[in-house]
């Protein structure tokens, strides 16, 4: 049998339990999160160095950036399946 690509990249094999499957979605759809939220800080800092914001909206921005930097290291996803 030929082996493509893909099937390097994957090992040959891809795992089709349930478990397996959930947990993979789960780190996919957590790292998919921890991008936006790196590209709307990356944003956010553009626009406070830009100048455009008043001393109200850099205030307003700066406690959103802090509460989503306190959710880091934790979603009920990661509780309920553990640390991986």
């Known amino acids: ?8 990249l994957l090992g040959g094999r891809i795992e089709t339990d349930l478990e ?3 947990r993979g979605l789960v780190k996919l759809v957590l790292a998919l999160v921890e991008t936006l939220r790196q590209v709307i800080e990356r ?11 008043t ?26 399946l553990g640390h991986f």
């Open 20 to 22: 397996t499957a959930e």
């Open 1 to 8: 049998m030929r082996e493509t690509a893909l099937d390097n």
């Open 43 to 53: 944003q956010a800092i553009r626009r406070v160095e830009g100048g455009t914001l």
């Open 55 to 80: 001393k109200e909206e850099i205030e307003r921005l700066g406690l959103t950036l802090l509460r989503l930097e306190g959710l880091d290291g934790f979603s009920p996803w990661e509780a309920s």
